[in-house]
């Protein structure tokens, strides 16, 4: 399922954001989007925010919405080398963000099951302690979370 | 309030609406293990009730259709993209385009049509 998600053109290597807010736009920023549907999907996202930070701790945070500017499911990787200020439940910096946005017209068990298939990587990641933040190309990224997609 | 405007608002409505079906359904927590607050789940409905009132006040006709659509396809409004209507997949007739005055259905499954730059 991640497997078909992951694409290269669709991953930060080294995020600038220092804050929520600026995580957000960054990660809608890699998007082919105009600026009025960018700007449709960061409020959508932040929506969301107000019901509950999606930092699920130990660095990782997976914002995600249904949203009318996409065409299709779409998953977005973030790595922030300094990290984020998500407001996660552990009050720990994100470092490691998977952004999915799925259309309103996308099945729910396909969208939940996308959204389990990451935070399962992600608890799996979170596991071994140390989230890896040093990588050289997007494939080195994408290699590294399917490595922890163990079904 | 002009149709343009209308349309903005019922599109936010339609935002909102998803998001509450989002959190509400038992398999969400369940697979993502992120938890909602309750309460703020309350506010957003709040929020959505609201400007619901809003919009059955100002276009009656209008609002009841998004209610019915979304009943019979879990949303009512839908984007246009390549001239097509993407809930049901009908090429629209070239008459269909964009209006300021009007709100556009599609003709084929009867969805509220929006079209994004
Ligand atoms: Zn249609």
Same mark, same amino acid.
């Given at each position: 399922m991640?497997?078909?998600?992951?694409?290269e053109?669709?991953?930060?290597?080294d995020?600038?954001?220092? +804050?929520?807010?600026?995580a957000?736009?960054?990660l809608?920023?890699?998007?082919d989007?105009?600026?009025?549907?960018?700007?449709?999907?960061?409020k959508?996202?932040?929506?969301?925010e107000v019901l509950g930070?999606?930092g699920?701790?130990k660095g990782? /945070?997976?914002p995600?919405s249904r949203?009318?500017?996409?065409?299709?499911?779409?998953l977005v990787v973030?790595?922030?080398?300094e990290?984020?200020?998500f407001?996660?439940?552990?009050?720990?910096?994100?470092h490691?963000f998977?952004m999915?946005?799925? +259309?309103?017209?996308?099945?729910s068990m396909?969208?939940?099951? /996308?959204l389990? /298939?990451i935070a399962?990587?992600?608890?799996?990641?979170?596991?071994?302690?140390?989230?890896?933040?040093?990588f050289?190309?997007?494939?080195?990224l994408?290699?590294?979370?399917? /490595?922890h997609?163990?079904? | 309030?002009?149709?343009?405007?209308?349309?903005r608002?019922?599109y936010?409505?339609q935002?909102?609406?998803l998001?509450?079906?989002?959190?509400k359904?038992?398999?969400?927590e369940a697979k993502?293990g992120?938890?909602?607050?309750?309460?703020?789940?309350?506010?957003?409905?709040?929020?959505?009730?609201?400007?619901?009132?809003?919009?059955?006040?100002?276009?009656?006709?209008?609002?009841?259709?998004?209610e019915?659509?979304?009943?019979?396809y879990?949303?009512?409004?839908?984007?246009?993209?390549?001239h097509m209507c993407?809930?049901c997949?009908?090429a629209?007739?070239?008459?269909?385009?964009?209006?300021?005055?009007?709100?556009?259905t599609?003709?084929?499954c009867?969805?509220i049509?929006i079209?994004?730059?």
């Amino acid at each position: 399922m991640l497997r078909e998600l992951l694409r290269e053109d669709r991953i930060i290597l080294d995020m600038k954001a220092k +804050t929520k807010e600026e995580a957000l736009r960054e990660l809608v920023d890699v998007l082919d989007l105009s600026d009025d549907k960018k700007e449709i999907l960061f409020k959508s996202l932040m929506q969301r925010e107000v019901l509950g930070s999606t930092g699920i701790g130990k660095g990782i /945070a997976i914002p995600h919405s249904r949203s009318i500017v996409v065409d299709n499911i779409t998953l977005v990787v973030g790595v922030s080398r300094e990290g984020v200020d998500f407001e996660s439940l552990d009050g720990k910096p994100v470092h490691l963000f998977f952004m999915l946005i799925a +259309t309103p017209n996308d099945p729910s068990m396909k969208y939940l099951t /996308a959204l389990g /298939a990451i935070a399962r990587v992600s608890r799996s990641i979170a596991h071994e302690g140390e989230i890896k933040t040093d990588f050289s190309s997007p494939r080195e990224l994408i290699d590294y979370i399917l /490595a922890h997609d163990h079904e | 309030m002009s149709k343009r405007e209308y349309l903005r608002k019922l599109y936010l409505l339609q935002d909102l609406d998803l998001l509450i079906q989002q959190v509400k359904d038992p398999e969400y927590e369940a697979k993502t293990g992120l938890k909602v607050d309750e309460e703020r789940i309350r506010d957003l409905e709040n929020r959505r009730n609201e400007l619901a009132r809003e919009l059955l006040k100002a276009d009656p006709v209008t609002y009841q259709k998004y209610e019915m659509l979304k009943r019979r396809y879990g949303r009512g409004i839908t984007r246009v993209v390549n001239h097509m209507c993407t809930n049901c997949f009908a090429a629209l007739p070239a008459s269909v385009i964009p209006r300021d005055d009007e709100i556009i259905t599609c003709p084929n499954c009867g969805i509220i049509l929006i079209w994004l730059e």
